[in-house]
């Protein structure tokens, strides 16, 4: 599903004008990204919880040349389902 089809079924599902589900999915997306990036998390019972990971420095090989590299740490951001979606897919 693209963010397209999410929009026009968020439109669908709220009654909303194509356009305000579009804004609206907009506004949410930039508001866990600035939320991460402060580095809080963002819950919603039931469905789940985004939140940013600490990914620890390590040795990776170059697959053209099989030398060895080292890979910096950094942060990812991840997702950890919860129980309602976790039921809901089942």
Known sequence: MTKSDFVDRVADNSGLSKKDAGNAVDAVLKTIEDTLRSGDE?????FGKFHVASRGAR???NPRTGETMQIAATKV??????SGLKKAIK
């Open 77 to 82: 951001p991840r997702f950890t389902a919860g």
């Open 59 to 61: 040795e990776g090989r």
């Open 42 to 46: 963002v819950s919603f019972t039931g």
